[in-house]
């Protein structure tokens, strides 16, 4: 197995600058890297603000905090990434944009050092691909928000090998998180479950059947769920619930997985939840509001 030390993040986001929270936490170097300087400094702004929150709360000491602040560098070239022991990408999911992320990695690589993807629904195997180590790529995916949820669902492709899945195991443990194994068909097993059933929310919101209101209220108190389906698509963002709804339908073939025409909508009109502070709720006024 790899002894790690370092990390690499490829990708500032709400994702990545979650993982490199946990990560530096978990006592690694940590280097983050983003297209543009800017979003590595938002996605560090974001990490010192949800740290300070953890702070604030009697989670980590203030002296954890610094600690974890000061082993996080910004890293704006890519080929920086090559020189850690583990890299994980934690970009959009977009197939392509993740492949052309590898290849592009690829010759800066050391020879030892691991690739992971962050990727919620995409073929580890496919991914492992575009690289040069297939035998040393795996899936790494964190849910959100990453210092919040426990969970980390380990996908090895066809090619990862034995110490590659183990080096990953403990990584994702010794960050004080529990592991489930999952087989490398489409969305792995959250998302499999999950998505579908936001993407159901949606059809009963197209057909006629509740309203935004309703729909959410009846999930949170028929089913005892602490947020909405509608609620949970608009933090998650309805283009990464559509991205992923595309992957199960064009994966598995099967009709019970074609995107609702109404999240179509929403993603064609820019409409992708929080992010861009509308979805199925209206967030630019103090309290949400449903759209429909």
Known sequence: MVDIKSVGVIGAGQMGSGIAHVVALGGYDVLLHDVSA???????????KN???????????????????????SAPELQTIGSTDLAIEAATENEEVKKSIFKALTPH???????ASNT?????????????????????????????????????GIATDAPTYETAVNFAKSLGKTTAN??????????????????EAIYTLYEGVGTVDAIDTALKLGANHPMGPLELGDFIGLDTVLSIMNVLYEGL???????????????????????????????RGEVPVPTR
């Open 38 to 48: 800017e979003r590595i400094e938002t996605g560090l702004a974001q990490i010192r």
């Open 253 to 283: 073939a099967d009709s019970k997985y074609r995107p609702c025409p109404l999240l179509v909508k929403y993603v064609e009109a820019g409409w992708l939840g929080r992010k861009t502070d509308r979805g199925f709720y209206d967030y």
């Open 182 to 199: 999952a087989e490398d068909f489409p969305a792995f097993i959250v998302n499999r479950v999950l998505v579908p059933m936001i993407n």
């Open 120 to 156: 919620s629904s995409i073929s580890i195997t496919r991914l492992g691909a575009a690289s040069d180590r297939p035998g040393r790529f795996i899936g790494l995916h964190f849910m959100n928000p990453v210092p919040l949820m426990n969970l980390v669902e380990i996908i090895r």
């Open 51 to 73: 740290m300070t929150r953890q702070v604030v709360r009697g989670i980590i000491t203030q002296e954890a905090m610094d600690t974890a602040i000061a082993r996080i560098k």
């Open 109 to 115: 690589l050391g020879p030892n050092t691991l690739l």
